[in-house]
């Protein structure tokens, strides 16, 4: 199970570059440059991040993209609901059904109070708190 996924992982490099950059807007070449990210890879996560309106586009010379929304209110949680769909640790399946004891399993219960504790930490992280952290390093 992978907890992000590529595209999670490139539009929190690309928000985070973004955000390093003030209210400059950043072009996708320069993005793909700085970050060492495919440019079919970058320009399709931009689009979808444009899209759900975290970020801005400019077009024309000096176009690319800048943040709609303020960096401390983009967390990890809203770009993995977004690239990946609701967090999940377990769906409680058995052999392609669910598991007829689903309402009164044990196992399922303390895995779900785990998933509410780690969708809680992760939501902490925002693209700010990580600019934070480099600043730091």
């Known amino acids: 199970m992978k907890l992000i996924t590529r595209d999670t992982d490139y539009a929190v490099r690309a928000l985070s570059c973004i955000a390093a950059a003030g209210n400059r807007v950043i072009s996708v070449k320069e993005l793909t440059e700085k970050l060492k990210i495919p440019k079919p890879f970058s320009r399709k996560i931009l689009q979808v991040l444009n899209k759900k309106r975290i970020l801005k ?7 690319g993209f800048a ?7 983009i967390s990890l949680t809203d770009l993995m ?3 990946q769909g609701p967090f999940c640790l377990n769906e409680h399946i ?9 309402d009164t399993c044990e196992l399922k219960k303390k895995i ?9 930490e992760l939501k902490k992280i925002t693209i700010a708190a990580l600019l934070k952290k480099e600043k730091k390093a």
């Open 57 to 63: 586009s400019y077009k024309g010379k000096g176009g």
């Open 112 to 120: 779900d109070a785990i998933e509410k504790m780690v969708y809680s």
């Open 94 to 102: 058995l052999k392609k059904k669910i598991c007829p004891n689903v």
């Open 81 to 83: 609901d977004i690239f």
């Open 67 to 73: 943040l709609a929304v303020p960096p401390q209110r």
